[in-house]
């Protein structure tokens, strides 16, 4: 018979030797978690622009090789003048810029900016403060948007063209943290149906 200790060493020599036959196929403790994701549009732009509608591509990265994954990534896009599919197809619902599309796998994103040019009942959103576009770093600021004389601050989704500049709660609809000295777009966009109105706006950070 063996011994314990002989026993503890041929365990220890079997658990080593499964660890070396299943690492070259891991990312971390996922099997199926890619290093990295690209996305670009189906003929490969970096960056997009509709109407009418752009098929976007996303490609992972695993330590050896490398997969379409556009049909199973979850899209996401930041505005909502702009929807994705389940598949990735990009459509224009009212003009927007500063637009990012995001896909995620594995707990691993990528992404690809563009904007829209129009859609159908494309609307104009009025943003505050009033004539305020110089900001100070450090500070916050609860911007607002209005449409049609009603405040739809609380429905739009805000974006910022450089979160290094100016940041938006993911709690406070609306309100802003201003980063480093810079210039930055600001956008705020609500979908209503097929009507999407949107405004953005040039702030500065000093």
């Known amino acids: 018979m063996l011994s314990s200790e002989r026993k503890l060493s041929l365990i220890a020599a079997l658990v080593a030797l499964s660890l070396l036959v299943a690492a070259p196929g891991c990312t971390g403790f996922f099997v199926n978690q890619p290093n990295s994701i690209a996305v670009t549009t189906a003929g490969g732009a970096s960056t997009f622009s509709v109407p009418p509608s ?70 104009t959103l009025t943003m505050g403060p009033a004539n305020t576009t110089t900001f100070t770093h450090g500070t916050s600021q609860q911007f607002t948007a209005t449409l049609n004389n009603v405040d739809v601050t609380g429905s739009a989704t805000w974006t910022s063209s450089d979160t290094s500049v100016v940041t938006f709660s993911t709690t406070t609809i609306g309100f802003a943290t ?29």
């Open 54 to 123: 752009v098929q976007m591509k996303a490609t992972a990265t695993y330590t050896s090789s490398t997969k379409d994954v556009t049909k199973s990534a979850t899209w996401g896009s930041s505005s909502a003048c702009v929807t994705v599919s389940s598949t990735g197809l990009v459509v224009g619902a009212g003009a927007a810029s500063n637009v990012t599309v995001t896909a995620t796998l594995g707990g691993v994103s990528g992404s690809i900016s563009g904007g829209s040019t129009g859609g159908t009942g494309s609307q």
């Open 178 to 206: 201003f980063g480093a000295a810079g210039t930055a777009t600001i956008s705020a966009s609500v979908l209503s149906g097929s009507t999407c109105a949107s405004g953005s706006e040039n702030i500065t950070v000093q």
